[in-house]
């Protein structure tokens, strides 16, 4: 092996890092966020208030359905977790696919009462993003996204495998030292979390094993469906009777369900075939606070309320398939561990962001002019500028249009989203116009100023501004905001930072080869 192992492990990991290093940031970044998605969410929808109330939720979007969508296949009701008020409720017509869902939404608060809030994708347009991409077809994001978690996988092995002072990098930070400051903040954020940084891409790459891995379920089963069908414990749907029966009281059964969970939550609700005789009303558990994510499934006669026979017990495979989803997933953390995932979830950005700023600062003195560097360098140079500043922004530009956008916009929760990708393609055009040095500044000015508008702007379209927000003591509406300004604040610094800090000596070029002496 040309080298010896650590230099060839070193290439790997420089190269495997380089390559993905961009669209794993954004992976991270966005996965980050997800671990408060009901929080962005709740921000997001302001006009929901009030305690979570999940019977009243579940009657009150029973009895809506029952008076706006008689003869519909499906009605299905997401219930609130622990940290949301409202239930969403929607329904499916004949013909129609579960991705035309958003057509009959609805929400619903905790007494039962239909709702007028904003349509928007809040949290989960991020939370889907870490794994499904935007603007792509669904597998091709998972395909993509699974092939990057793959790269980061080796790159933490390559990474181990070439360190050669593992434990002296947990207390090793010199700022001030240009190459070397940004190789120990990247070290220092690999290594504090590194734990953290090998279950969630493991455990990632697991959650979609069966997109990634196909080739086992087609061996044993003759369909997919009837995989899934196994795993989730779900049987064939009803066929339609041509009797009218209205539903049994709702509440009925979701205290047969408690019983059986010993006190735990129903998550979500789907009633197939409503108003039938053969209707079935199918609730399944909310795994909020336990660690395996798929929770069991009831069935019951919609017409009488009665329980049918409860499935079989899960295998160990399906229950450690579970385990490790919910491990990543991190959905039964506690406040401190969530905030824990979250942190893990900043070193991790913050590994791959020095990682990438590491590979132009190692190569800078290296070229043959460094004022002039080649296409290739500057390339990477802006794209690191555009990404780590960009995606931020976007997301920044997100909340704000979420605030701004008129709330009988057509299509309102899809432009949310395309102004989130507007913002990040315009940041990326300017970095583009402007030299490193003034973009990199420029870049991180804007992000924070767009930060720091996002409390102003809610402040002054809604009635649940910070101040308002801590008087009343929501501490959703303000921990927001209030995360919103820290995040600002850092940005501002890191410009500040970079705006005094002097700049580098310009070595001179390289003569060519042929006027050596």
């Known amino acids: 092996m040309k080298g010896g192992l650590r230099q060839s492990m070193a290439f790997l990991h420089t190269w495997a890092g380089l390559l993905f290093g961009w669209l794993l940031l954004a992976v991270f970044v966005t996965g980050t966020t997800a671990y408060f998605q009901d929080e962005i969410t709740r921000w997001m929808q302001p006009e929901i208030k009030g305690e979570r109330h999940l019977v009243?939720?579940?009657?009150?979007?029973?009895?809506?359905?029952?008076?706006?969508?008689?003869?519909?296949?499906?009605?299905?009701?997401?219930?609130?977790?622990?940290?949301?008020?409202?239930?969403?409720?929607?329904?499916?017509?004949?013909?129609?696919?579960?991705?035309?869902?958003?057509?009959?939404?609805?929400?619903?608060?905790?007494r039962g009462v239909r709702v007028d809030a904003r349509d928007t994708t809040g949290g989960w347009l991020l939370y889907r993003m870490h794994f499904d991409l935007h603007y792509v077809p669904v597998l091709w994001g998972r395909w993509t996204v699974?092939?990057?978690?793959?790269?980061?996988?080796?790159?933490?092995?390559?990474?181990?495998?070439?360190?050669?002072?593992?434990?002296?990098?947990?207390?090793?930070?010199?700022?001030?030292?240009?190459?070397?400051?940004?190789?120990?903040?990247?070290?220092?954020?690999?290594?504090?979390?590194?734990?953290?940084?090998?279950?969630?891409?493991?455990?990632?790459?697991?959650?979609?094993?069966?997109?990634?891995?196909?080739?086992?379920?087609?061996?044993?089963?003759?369909?997919?469906?009837?995989?899934?069908?196994?795993?989730?414990?779900?049987?064939?749907?009803?066929?339609?009777?041509?009797?009218?029966?209205?539903?049994?009281?709702?509440?009925?059964?979701?205290?047969?369900?408690?019983?059986?969970?010993?006190?735990?939550?129903?998550?979500?609700?789907?009633?197939?075939?409503?108003?039938?005789?053969?209707?079935?009303?199918?609730?399944?558990?909310?795994?909020?606070?336990?660690?395996?994510?798929?929770?069991?499934?009831?069935?019951?006669?919609?017409?009488?309320?009665?329980?049918?026979?409860?499935?079989?017990?899960?295998?160990?495979?399906?229950?450690?398939?579970?385990?490790?989803?919910?491990?990543?997933?991190?959905?039964?953390?506690?406040?401190?561990l969530r905030w824990l995932y979250f942190l893990s979830g900043l070193m991790g950005s913050a590994m791959v962001a020095t990682g990438l700023v590491l590979w132009t600062a190692k190569r800078r003195p290296r070229l043959p002019d460094p004022t002039r560097p080649h296409v290739g360098f500057r390339l990477v140079e802006r794209l690191n500028v555009a990404t780590i500043a960009g995606l931020p922004f976007g997301i920044a530009v997100y909340f704000i249009a979420n605030r701004l956008l008129p709330s009988a916009m057509a299509h309102r929760a899809a432009w949310e989203a395309n102004w989130l990708f507007i913002g990040w393609g315009a940041l990326l055009l300017y970095v583009f116009l402007r030299p490193p040095r003034r973009a990199w500044i420029e870049s991180l000015s804007m992000v924070a100023a767009a930060y720091a508008a996002v409390p102003a702007v809610n402040a002054l379209t809604t009635d649940r501004g910070l101040l308002r927000s801590l008087a009343a003591g929501d501490l959703v509406f303000a921990g927001f905001d209030l995360s919103?300004?820290?995040?600002?604040?850092?940005?501002?610094?890191?410009?500040?930072?970079?705006?005094?800090?002097?700049?580098?000596?310009?070595?001179?070029?390289?003569?060519?080869?042929?006027?050596i002496a």
């Open 484 to 515: 919103m300004l820290v995040t600002a604040m850092g940005f501002a610094f890191a410009a500040w930072k970079l705006h005094r800090r002097p700049l580098a000596p310009v070595r001179e070029a390289r003569p060519p080869r042929g006027d």
């Open 56 to 110: 009243a939720s579940a009657e009150g979007a029973v009895d809506y359905m029952r008076r706006h969508a008689q003869g519909a296949e499906t009605w299905s009701i997401q219930l609130p977790g622990k940290r949301s008020v409202a239930a969403m409720g929607y329904w499916k017509e004949k013909g129609e696919t579960y991705l035309q869902w958003r057509d009959h939404a609805f929400m619903v608060d905790g």
């Open 146 to 336: 699974g092939l990057a978690a793959m790269f980061m996988l080796v790159a933490i092995v390559s990474g181990v495998i070439t360190h050669r002072r593992i434990f002296a990098d947990f207390f090793t930070l010199r700022p001030g030292k240009g190459q070397r400051s940004w190789l120990d903040a990247h070290n220092l954020g690999a290594v504090l979390a590194l734990p953290f940084h090998v279950m969630i891409t493991y455990t990632g790459l697991v959650t979609l094993q069966a997109a990634y891995m196909p080739w086992g379920i087609a061996a044993a089963y003759e369909r997919p469906a009837d995989y899934h069908r196994e795993l989730t414990g779900i049987d064939a749907a009803p066929t339609r009777s041509g009797t009218f029966a209205d539903p049994a009281p709702i509440a009925g059964m979701i205290a047969q369900a408690r019983a059986r969970w010993n006190g735990g939550d129903p998550g979500f609700i789907a009633i197939l075939i409503p108003g039938d005789a053969n209707s079935v009303v199918k609730i399944t558990q909310d795994t909020g606070t336990s660690m395996a994510t798929r929770g069991e499934t009831l069935t019951f006669d919609a017409a009488t309320g009665h329980m049918r026979t409860p499935p079989a017990s899960r295998g160990g495979a399906a229950m450690t398939e579970s385990v490790m989803v919910g491990l990543h997933a991190g959905r039964f953390a506690p406040p401190a």
